[in-house]
Nanobody
Framework: QVQLVESGGGLVQTGGSLRLSCAAS????????MGWLRQAPQKDREFVAA????????YYADSVKGRFTISRDNAKNMVYLQMNSLKPEDTAVYYC???????????????WGQGTQVTVSS
């Protein structure tokens, strides 16, 4: 398994932007499909975005499509989530997660970060 650490969360106003980063340590990062998920208070955890091990394929929840962009840099063992046009409903703890040898948007994550808080004020 890889170990994952998120950073970049914070407080931002409606319409603002944030870039989340996820640093991975351990071997074989480039065999992991990676995803970002989020959990708002008193709500279930939900899928936000995913990216294939090569970075060639990306997937998004309808609620963030056109506003968020997932990317990765395998040379640096990093995954990013660029979030633009943020809305109060984007407020949540955001988690980075990995699925070794996974493919597609529906991943079975076996590695998780601790999460980073994103708060969007109205």
């Amino acid at each position: 398994q890889v170990q994952l650490v998120e950073s970049g969360g914070g407080l931002v106003q409606t319409g603002g932007s944030l870039r989340l980063s996820c640093a991975a340590s351990g071997q074989y990062f480039n065999t992991y499909a990676m995803g970002w998920l989020r959990q708002a208070p008193q709500k279930d955890r939900e899928f936000v975005a995913a990216i294939s091990w090569s970075g060639d394929a990306t997937y998004y929840a309808d609620s963030v499509k056109g506003r968020f962009t997932i990317s990765r840099d395998n040379a640096k063992n990093m995954v990013y989530l660029q979030m633009n046009s943020l809305k109060p409903e984007d407020t949540a703890v955001y988690y980075c997660a990995g699925d070794q040898y996974g493919a597609g948007a529906d991943l079975n994550y076996d590695s998780w970060g601790q999460g980073t808080q994103v708060t969007v004020s109205s």
